[in-house]
């Protein structure tokens, strides 16, 4: 019976290991891919705070992430789905761009109080 849990336990971390998503045929490497998510958090933040802004420029969030990476939605959605199949990979990608973010608030609110 030990050898039987043995094996299950054994199994279940090789198992696990492993990133459950294929990788899509246009793989993003990590670098583009949050920067990507760096524009989206940005972008997603000017609609919900000043989306009238947007507008007047029409600016479309998605078309302008697209244009500028030079992607499809497939591409970026396919590469957002294998990233986050490796839980680490995409913590630290997500950790990376929060810094970023509070840099750059950080930087804006030193601009406005000067």
Do not use: W
Request: net charge positive; with cysteine.
């Amino acid at each position: 019976m030990k050898k039987v849990i043995y094996l299950c336990v054994v199994f279940a971390i090789f198992g696990c290991s492993k990133n459950p998503v294929q990788q899509p045929k246009v793989l993003l490497d990590e670098e583009t891919m949050e920067n990507i998510l760096f524009d989206v958090a940005i972008l997603q933040s000017a609609k919900a705070n000043s989306p009238e802004v947007l507008q007047s420029n029409n600016i479309d969030t998605k078309d302008f992430i697209y244009k500028k990476y030079k992607i499809d939605s497939a591409t970026y959605h396919q590469n957002n789905r294998y990233y986050a199949g490796d839980v680490r990979k995409h913590k630290h990608m997500h950790k990376r761009v929060l810094a970023r973010l509070e840099e750059l608030t950080k930087s804006q609110t030193n601009t406005i109080t000067k």
